[in-house]
């Protein structure tokens, strides 16, 4: 198994600023994934974190918006840019690792 | 796109009943997971299916793969309390390297 390190937990941030998740895993994984949630909703992919490349985006989410960085096998971090309150949501990392998803205690964050 | 989709959205039981989710995938899968995610919790792995009919169980909770791997199903036999919680699907279809989440279903035990 993996034990994934999130932080911040929670945040609130002003219109217009910017927040930066980090996310650390225990051991060495090839591919980390960010998610965001909405309450009560299921779980959507933002991206995959590639460890010496640039990350993979879903539709609908762009690198201008949301910058990752993968700089090693145990480390990423999600920047939400530019934050509206439409981002407001939580924000959760995993990790996969022997074909399953471990996931971070996720990051709330409500935009004012 | 791929899409999963779960039924019912909500179920509300009183403890002791049995409870059902059932998965539908819009493409054949390679294979299945189901996840938990408790109240205020981040979703946790619960079991992996990967043949066609597979039928795996956890004490009372019984997990079954279709036929044509485009659904699942979980049965939770005379719930608890402790099975509170949000139960998703997960497929990967093809050569994709990524899951698919399905839509959940949350699941309310009441004494």
């Known amino acids: 198994s993996a034990v994934i390190s999130q932080k911040p937990s929670r945040d609130i941030c002003q219109r217009g600023t910017s927040l930066t998740i980090q996310c650390q895993v225990d051991?060495?994984?090839?591919?980390m994934f960010w998610y965001r949630q909405q309450p009560g909703q299921s779980l959507t992919l933002i991206a995959t974190?590639?460890?010496?490349?640039?990350?993979?985006?879903e539709s609908g989410f762009v690198i201008d918006k949301f910058p990752i960085s993968r700089p090693n096998l145990t480390f990423s971090t999600l920047t939400v840019s530019n934050m509206s309150p439409e981002d407001s949501s939580i924000y959760l990392c995993?990790?996969?690792?022997?074909?399953?998803?471990?996931f971070g205690s996720g990051t709330q964050l409500s935009v004012l | 796109g791929q899409q999963v989709m779960q039924i019912p959205q909500y179920q509300h039981v009183q403890e002791g009943e049995d409870f059902t989710t059932y998965c539908n995938s819009s493409?054949?899968?390679?294979?299945i997971q189901w996840y938990k995610q408790r109240p205020g919790g981040h979703p946790v792995f619960l079991i992996q299916l990967v043949k066609s009919g597979e039928v795996k169980k956890q004490k009372r909770l019984t997990f079954q793969f279709g036929e044509a791997k485009k659904n699942s199903s979980l049965h939770i036999t005379a719930t608890q309390t402790t099975d509170v919680g949000t139960y998703f699907c997960?497929?990967?279809?093809?050569?994709?390297?990524?899951?698919?989440f399905g839509t959940g279903t949350r699941l309310q035990v009441t004494l």
């Open positions: 051991s060495q994984v090839t591919m």
């Open positions: 493409t054949t899968l390679s294979n």
């Open positions: 997960a497929g990967i279809s093809g050569t994709a390297s990524k899951l698919t």
């Open positions: 974190a590639n460890q010496g490349s640039e990350a993979t985006y």
């Open positions: 995993s990790a996969i690792l022997e074909g399953v998803l471990f």
